[in-house]
C-alpha cells in the first residue's frame, strides 16, 4: 500500500463490491477513487485486534464516504470501471509535469504546517503554470528570446524557476 501512495502519478480505482478492511485501507492511499451508489466500506481491524483505537467494526455506504470525501465520483452500477478508466484517461491526457507535481504537493504538504503547506502549493503551482507558460511559447515559436539570451532551451528557462529544480528525467522533485 505503500507504494501505491507513493507512486508518483495519480492511481484510480474502480471499487465494485464490499471494500473491507485493507480494502478501504487502499481506496484511501488512491488518489481518485470511483463506485458505486450500492458498494460498501467497512473496517475490520478491530475484529482481528489490529487496532485498537478505532471504534468496532464500522460499515459506510458509498454516499457517505462519497460526502466525506474518501470516494471522488459515484457511478451507476455496471459503469464504475468505464468511469475510472475514463478518469485516467483524462489524467493521462494531462501534462504528465503538472499531474506529478500537484500530486508531490499534496503529498509533502500533509507533513507541514497550514501557513507552511500553503506557501508550498502557491510557490510550486506558480512554477508549473510559468513552466507551462513558457512551453506554450516555445511551441508558438515567440520563446527565442528568454531573460535576454537568444535560443536559450527550454531546460535553461526552467532551471531559473525558483521551487522547483529543473525537469529532468521522470521525477520533478526531488527529497
Known amino acids: 500500500m505503500i507504494a501505491i501512495y507513493n507512486y508518483r502519478k495519480p492511481t484510480v480505482p474502480a471499487i465494485a463490491g464490499i471494500a473491507p478492511g485493507y480494502g478501504m485501507d487502499l481506496a484511501n492511499m488512491c ?9 460498501q466500506f467497512r473496517s475490520t481491524q478491530v475484529k482481528y485486534t489490529i487496532n485498537g483505537s478505532f471504534h468496532g467494526m464500522v460499515r459506510f455506504l458509498a454516499e457517505e464516504v462519497y460526502r466525506v470525501g474518501l470516494v471522488n465520483e459515484l457511478a451507476f452500477i455496471g459503469q464504475i470501471r468505464a468511469t475510472a478508466m475514463k478518469l485516467a484517461k483524462n489524467i493521462d491526457e494531462a501534462r504528465s509535469e503538472m499531474t506529478t507535481g500537484l500530486k508531490e504537493v499534496a503529498r509533502r504538504s500533509n507533513n507541514m504546517d ?16 510559468q513552466r507551462n507558460q513558457f512551453t506554450r511559447m516555445i511551441k508558438e515559436g515567440s520563446g527565442k528570446k528568454y531573460k535576454g539570451k537568444e535560443n536559450s532551451s527550454l531546460g535553461e528557462a526552467l532551471s531559473s524557476i525558483s521551487c522547483m529544480p529543473p525537469a529532468t528525467g521522470d521525477r520533478v522533485f526531488r527529497d
Open 114 to 129: 497550514h501557513m507552511g503547506a500553503t506557501a508550498y502549493e502557491l510557490c510550486v503551482t506558480s512554477d508549473l503554470v
Open 31 to 39: 488518489d481518485v477513487t470511483v463506485t458505486s451508489k450500492n458498494e
